[in-house]
């Protein structure tokens, strides 16, 4: 290297300059004089570092001021009413940023909207803030909401200022899109649309927007009628829009109008424009199929006695008289479907897979209860129909004509139409309506119509007649039940201990005699009574005609074999029972509360919270004397307990601070084995409700 340095710059030495040296010189004496000075001053400069780190540090976690936020809940489009309510603005604090002299100001200052809008600020609570507006918003239109400092409390220290918002855009909806025919003038046809709009517009703006086109080119306006075919009317505040074409004629063959409403309408507010182009869609009918049945239903309807009937309901695209179409209307009863060979094999394989199924999902598929509430079918699958074009013509002349009768509707025409008719066999119905009758307006039904539906199943049911919860004891002892459409009828008899009256009670909600348990599925009638199933056949004439049989309780009221003075509360549940499947069905079902006794029970509350409470006999209609009532407590234990005197009354003190296991739930009168109660928290009542 030093070869090089003298070739490239020739031949040199180079010394430090004296200064330098001297300087150095004299720092190496100083440090071999001073070596503890030195020493101190590298400690005092590490010191000098370390404390700025920890100034550093301190400093950072000083405490630092917390600023509020705020939320501003987007602005909604106003409800289109009579009297319309303009939306409030709405803004959310994080925490508390009003005044206290400024939440009890009807309005506030030191807030601003920009662009201006006329209302009122003010305070719903410490971190609730609102303008209530006394105009619309205008559409699609930013919005700032501008505080002054001095608008919040000193210590209040807000994130900023400055928030913005932004209003809904201008929308516009197809609500309805229809063929209108004048009720008075059948030749008289129309396309009536209508329109709803988020905000107002000017009248005459729709005008320049609204197209009706024919899609397939057909000519339904007359041609001497001029362009654009319609004319607009509006009503509630001028954000609803009727648009009515001119005349009609209906073309020779099936098309379509599209109604189009093309972007930029201009609202009367603001100025703002529909961004997006809507349209829809309308079927225009030829002549030939004006008129046609749009579908069919059976169902099962209850007449002002309740009793069930049969319907046929059709429907129709153009209306029509029901006494009209009752003439063109033909109803038969069709046999049952001859089933071939080959489909007797397969249903006889489908069985076998059934039961091999049914086998293997084990034994509690046979207590399953069947919801089906109606008597159903008893024609197999392959026996059935199912399709008009699958009868031939010799099986619908065989077939039974079916009587029926149109039903009455509010209006001379329609397009809804009901017929009555009492089929109590099974099977499927064949619906015809014979071609050329005619709808209102002269329009002809051009081909048959022809459908196969099933006779409308009648309900089963079972219901436990009267209202009340109360037998007498010394009475027949019986419940009247009126069924339809069953062969049996089970009866589940829950038999309530007296030792668990307070339990009834303090578990149970509702009238007395339908209590339900609070619940259920922790504590039921199963975990106070004794439960016993009885079987009653009932003599089926039809499946329409209503059966009345009675349940005896006489069997019931015995002293139990296990001791006890149980005599009368009973939960009776009577459900349907098919004798085939040894199945209850489920849906068929009613249930009742009973008190059988003789003991009737009046209570009467008191101002200072005491009670009377007086006994009569129900046979006799006489007083109870010498009989003890018990107040019992939630936990069964009397808490205070009473004997009638000649007038069958006994008094009781208060008991409203009465708690916990000593709330009283329930009075008890006894009478040897004869035993009533009523609520305590029920009044005066000698028919008892819970």
């Given at each position: 290297?030093?070869r090089?340095?003298e070739l490239?710059?020739?031949?040199?030495?180079?010394r430090p300059?004296g200064?330098?040296s001297?300087?150095?010189?004299?720092?190496?004496?100083?440090q071999?004089a001073?070596?503890r000075l030195?020493l101190?001053?590298m400690?005092?400069?590490?010191?000098?570092?370390c404390?700025?780190?920890?100034?550093?540090?301190?400093?950072?976690?000083?405490?630092k001021?917390?600023?509020?936020s705020?939320?501003?809940?987007p602005i909604?489009v106003?409800?289109?009413e009579?009297?319309l309510?303009?939306p409030?603005?709405?803004?959310?604090f994080?925490?508390?940023?009003?005044r206290l002299?400024d939440?009890?100001?009807?309005?506030?200052?030191g807030?601003?909207?920009?662009p201006?809008l006329?209302?009122?600020w003010h305070?719903?609570?410490?971190?609730?803030?609102?303008?209530q507006?006394s105009?619309d918003w205008p559409?699609?239109?930013k919005?700032?909401?501008?505080?002054d400092?001095?608008f919040?409390?000193?210590?209040v220290?807000?994130e900023?200022?400055?928030?913005e918002?932004q209003?809904?855009?201008f929308s516009?909806?197809?609500k309805?899109?229809e063929i209108?025919?004048?009720?008075?003038?059948?030749?008289?046809?129309e396309?009536?649309?209508?329109?709803?709009l988020t905000?107002?517009?000017?009248?005459?703006e729709?005008?320049r927007h609204?197209?009706?086109?024919m899609?397939?080119?057909?000519?339904?306006?007359?041609?001497?009628?001029?362009?654009p075919?319609?004319?607009t009317?509006?009503?509630?505040?001028?954000?609803?829009?009727?648009?009515?074409?001119s005349p009609?004629?209906l073309p020779?063959q099936d098309d379509?109008l599209k109604?189009t409403v093309?972007?930029?309408?201009?609202?009367a507010?603001g100025?703002?424009?529909?961004?997006?182009a809507?349209e829809?869609?309308?079927r225009i009918?030829?002549?030939?199929?004006m008129?046609?049945?749009?579908?069919?239903?059976?169902?099962?309807?209850?007449?002002?006695n309740?009793?069930?009937e049969q319907?046929i309901?059709?429907?129709t695209t153009?209306?029509?008289s029901?006494?009209?179409?009752a003439?063109?209307?033909?109803?038969?009863l069709l046999p049952?479907?001859k089933?071939s060979e080959a489909?007797?094999?397969?249903e006889v394989?489908?069985s076998?897979?059934?039961?091999q199924?049914s086998?293997d999902?084990?034994a509690?598929n046979?207590e399953t209860?069947?919801?089906d509430d109606s008597?159903?079918?008893?024609?197999k699958?392959?026996?059935?129909?199912?399709?008009?074009?699958?009868?031939?013509?010799?099986v619908?002349?065989a077939?039974?004509p079916?009587?029926f009768?149109?039903v009455?509707?509010?209006?001379?025409?329609?397009?809804?139409?009901?017929?009555?008719l009492r089929?109590?066999?099974d099977?499927?119905?064949?619906?015809?309506v014979?071609?050329?009758v005619?709808?209102?307006?002269g329009?002809p039904?051009?081909?048959?119509?022809?459908?196969v539906?099933?006779?409308?199943?009648l309900?089963?049911e079972?219901?436990?007649?009267?209202?009340g919860?109360?037998?007498?004891?010394?009475?027949?002892?019986?419940?009247?039940?009126?069924?339809r459409g069953l062969?049996a009828i089970?009866?589940?008899?829950?038999?309530?201990a007296?030792?668990?009256?307070?339990?009834?009670?303090?578990?149970t909600e509702g009238?007395f005699?339908?209590?339900?348990?609070?619940v259920?599925d922790l504590?039921n009638?199963?975990?106070?009574?004794?439960i016993a199933?009885?079987r009653q056949p009932i003599a089926l004439?039809n499946k329409?005609?209503?059966?009345?049989?009675?349940?005896?309780?006489s069997?019931?009221?015995?002293?139990?074999?296990d001791?006890g003075?149980?005599?009368?509360?009973?939960?009776?549940?009577?459900?349907?029972w098919?004798?085939l499947t040894?199945?209850?069905?489920k849906a068929a079902?009613?249930s009742r509360?009973i008190?059988?006794t003789?003991?009737?029970i009046?209570?009467?509350?008191n101002?200072?919270?005491?009670?009377d409470?007086f006994l009569i006999?129900?046979?006799?209609g006489?007083?109870?004397?010498?009989?003890?009532?018990d107040l019992l407590?939630?936990n069964g234990?009397p808490?205070?307990?009473?004997?009638?005197?000649?007038?069958?009354?006994?008094?009781?003190?208060?008991?409203?601070?009465?708690?916990?296991?000593k709330?009283?739930?329930?009075?008890v009168?006894?009478?040897g084995?004869?035993?009533?109660?009523?609520?305590?928290?029920?009044?005066?009542r000698l028919?008892?409700?819970?």
């Amino acid at each position: 290297m030093r070869r090089f340095a003298e070739l490239y710059f020739g031949n040199f030495s180079w010394r430090p300059p004296g200064w330098l040296s001297r300087t150095a010189a004299g720092w190496g004496r100083f440090q071999r004089a001073h070596p503890r000075l030195i020493l101190s001053a590298m400690i005092a400069i590490f010191v000098i570092s370390c404390g700025g780190a920890w100034t550093w540090n301190w400093y950072s976690h000083l405490p630092k001021p917390r600023k509020v936020s705020a939320k501003i809940v987007p602005i909604e489009v106003t409800k289109l009413e009579k009297e319309l309510k303009f939306p409030r603005l709405v803004i959310y604090f994080s925490e508390s940023a009003a005044r206290l002299e400024d939440l009890k100001k009807p309005s506030v200052q030191g807030v601003r909207l920009e662009p201006h809008l006329s209302g009122a600020w003010h305070w719903v609570q410490g971190d609730i803030l609102v303008f209530q507006p006394s105009e619309d918003w205008p559409a699609d239109q930013k919005f700032s909401v501008i505080f002054d400092k001095s608008f919040f409390p000193r210590h209040v220290l807000m994130e900023r200022l400055i928030h913005e918002t932004q209003t809904p855009p201008f929308s516009i909806a197809i609500k309805e899109l229809e063929i209108y025919q004048d009720p008075t003038n059948p030749t008289r046809r129309e396309i009536s649309a209508t329109l709803e709009l988020t905000h107002a517009v000017d009248p005459g703006e729709l005008d320049r927007h609204v197209q009706l086109t024919m899609v397939g080119g057909s000519n339904i306006f007359s041609a001497n009628d001029p362009a654009p075919h319609f004319n607009t009317t509006y009503g509630l505040h001028r954000r609803v829009a009727y648009v009515h074409s001119s005349p009609i004629a209906l073309p020779d063959q099936d098309d379509f109008l599209k109604l189009t409403v093309t972007k930029g309408v201009r609202t009367a507010q603001g100025g703002a424009q529909t961004r997006d182009a809507i349209e829809e869609k309308l079927r225009i009918p030829s002549v030939a199929s004006m008129f046609q049945i749009d579908s069919i239903q059976t169902t099962i309807a209850r007449d002002k006695n309740g009793e069930p009937e049969q319907l046929i309901v059709l429907t129709t695209t153009a209306d029509i008289s029901t006494r009209e179409l009752a003439k063109a209307l033909q109803i038969r009863l069709l046999p049952k479907r001859k089933v071939s060979e080959a489909e007797k094999e397969a249903e006889v394989e489908s069985s076998e897979e059934g039961d091999q199924t049914s086998e293997d999902s084990g034994a509690s598929n046979e207590e399953t209860d069947s919801d089906d509430d109606s008597v159903g079918s008893q024609v197999k699958e392959t026996e059935l129909w199912k399709s008009a074009t699958d009868v031939p013509d010799d099986v619908l002349e065989a077939a039974r004509p079916v009587v029926f009768a149109p039903v009455e509707s509010e209006k001379p025409q329609g397009r809804q139409h009901a017929f009555r008719l009492r089929v109590e066999s099974d099977g499927e119905l064949y619906v015809r309506v014979n071609k050329g009758v005619r709808a209102f307006g002269g329009f002809p039904l051009s081909e048959d119509y022809s459908a196969v539906v099933n006779v409308p199943a009648l309900p089963r049911e079972v219901q436990i007649e009267g209202q009340g919860g109360l037998l007498a004891l010394n009475g027949e002892r019986k419940l009247s039940i009126r069924s339809r459409g069953l062969n049996a009828i089970e009866y589940e008899i829950a038999r309530v201990a007296t030792t668990q009256i307070n339990h009834l009670v303090s578990q149970t909600e509702g009238k007395f005699q339908h209590p339900r348990f609070q619940v259920s599925d922790l504590f039921n009638e199963e975990n106070i009574s004794r439960i016993a199933l009885e079987r009653q056949p009932i003599a089926l004439e039809n499946k329409w005609k209503a059966n009345y049989s009675a349940f005896d309780f006489s069997e019931h009221l015995r002293k139990p074999a296990d001791g006890g003075s149980e005599r009368g509360l009973f939960f009776v549940t009577a459900r349907g029972w098919d004798p085939l499947t040894k199945k209850p069905i489920k849906a068929a079902k009613d249930s009742r509360f009973i008190l059988v006794t003789d003991i009737g029970i009046l209570t009467k509350k008191n101002a200072d919270g005491t009670h009377d409470v007086f006994l009569i006999s129900i046979k006799e209609g006489k007083p109870l004397p010498n009989l003890v009532v018990d107040l019992l407590g939630k936990n069964g234990i009397p808490i205070q307990s009473a004997t009638t005197d000649a007038n069958g009354h006994c008094a009781f003190g208060s008991v409203e601070k009465s708690t916990r296991e000593k709330t009283p739930v329930a009075f008890v009168a006894r009478n040897g084995d004869d035993v009533s109660f009523i609520p305590y928290a029920e009044g005066f009542r000698l028919k008892p409700k819970w």
